[in-house]
Nanobody
Framework: QVQLVESGGGLVQPGGSLRLSCAASGSRFKFSNMGLHWYRQAPGKERELVATISSLGSTDYADSVKGRFTISRDNAKNTVYLQMNSLKVEDTAVYYC?????????WGQGTQVTVSS
């Protein structure tokens, strides 16, 4: 009932910035009620939770990205963002957005972020 599509990934040098977007669409859902999350998964590694923003707007971050990444949402655009600054090589991963509300648990297809010189 809800589809998520990420965009904004790419290749960036260490210390650079990227802004990921995840747009939601579908029927019978209210975006503003959704808890939104960004996960990432590097090859050979488990998927890890990077950032969360609740329906009330509260945020939480993994220690590894705290102070560098910012999650935000625009309910009018049904979009969640992840602003990534001061990128490190270890940030290289496929980034996925996830939205949850009640029984809804939806995932995007992922977008590749590669940090390399």
């Amino acid at each position: 009932q809800v589809q998520l599509v990420e965009s904004g990934g790419g290749l960036v040098q260490p210390g650079g910035s990227l802004r990921l977007s995840c747009a939601a669409s579908g029927s019978r859902f209210k975006f503003s009620n959704m808890g939104l999350h960004w996960y990432r998964q590097a090859p050979g590694k488990e998927r890890e939770l990077v950032a969360t923003i609740s329906s009330l707007g509260s945020t939480d971050y993994a220690d590894s990205v705290k102070g560098r990444f910012t999650i935000s949402r625009d309910n009018a655009k049904n979009t969640v963002y992840l602003q990534m600054n001061s990128l490190k090589v270890e940030d290289t991963a496929v980034y996925y957005c996830n939205g949850r509300s009640g029984l809804v648990d939806s995932w995007g297809q992922g977008t590749q972020v590669t940090v390399s010189s």
